[in-house]
């Protein structure tokens, strides 16, 4: 092969290269430490801001209860930002997964509903996972 030749195909190999890294989407890195407020009866605004919030609703005829897990807690809600998000959410009854909703920065915030039956239910937990800030839980006992 000519070294013209070698040039065109080296060439060609870094266009393409360089075509595939700007289409390519830049994930930001995400913590994934589990959380816990220092004292438990007493969290601070910032681990209020990051804990989720546990609402029951009433049942309806068919046996489902409407959970409402809201991230924040004492009038303090997480934001969602480019930078600083809540990317997912998800609820358990007695440790066994119920459901999990994902979401995105800035167009959605830290909240999620999940219609469950409750019954013989002692225990539910929700997760939720801040991007910056790691994985906090709450608990609430029926």
Same mark, same amino acid.
């Given at each position: 092969?000519?070294?013209?030749?070698?040039?065109?195909? +080296?060439?060609?190999?870094?266009?393409?290269?360089?075509?595939? +890294?700007?289409?390519?989407?830049?994930?930001?890195?995400?913590?994934?430490?589990?959380?816990?407020?220092?004292?438990?009866?007493?969290?601070? /605004?910032?681990?209020?801001?990051?804990?989720?919030?546990?609402?029951?609703?009433?049942?309806?005829?068919?046996?489902?209860?409407?959970?409402?897990?809201?991230?924040?807690?004492?009038?303090?809600?997480?934001?969602?930002?480019?930078?600083?998000?809540?990317?997912?959410?998800?609820?358990?009854?007695?440790?066994?997964?119920? /459901?999990?909703?994902?979401?995105?920065?800035?167009?959605?915030?830290?909240?999620?509903?999940?219609?469950?039956?409750?019954?013989?239910?002692?225990?539910?937990?929700?997760? +939720? /996972?801040?991007?910056?800030?790691?994985?906090?839980?709450?608990?609430?006992?029926?």
């Amino acid at each position: 092969m000519k070294r013209r030749d070698v040039l065109k195909v +080296a060439g060609i190999a870094v266009a393409a290269v360089a075509v595939g +890294a700007q289409a390519t989407e830049v994930t930001p890195a995400m913590n994934r430490m589990e959380m816990k407020p220092e004292n438990a009866e007493k969290p601070t /605004g910032f681990e209020l801001k990051h804990l989720p919030q546990i609402t029951v609703k009433d049942k309806d005829a068919k046996g489902y209860t409407n959970v409402e897990i809201t991230i924040g807690q004492g009038g303090i809600i997480h934001p969602s930002t480019p930078d600083h998000w809540i990317d997912f959410i998800s609820l358990y009854a007695d440790d066994k997964l119920v /459901g999990r909703s994902t979401l995105e920065a800035e167009i959605s915030r830290g909240v999620a509903v999940f219609a469950v039956k409750l019954d013989n239910v002692k225990t539910l937990t929700s997760k +939720a /996972g801040c991007n910056l800030h790691g994985i906090w839980t709450a608990s609430v006992t029926l």
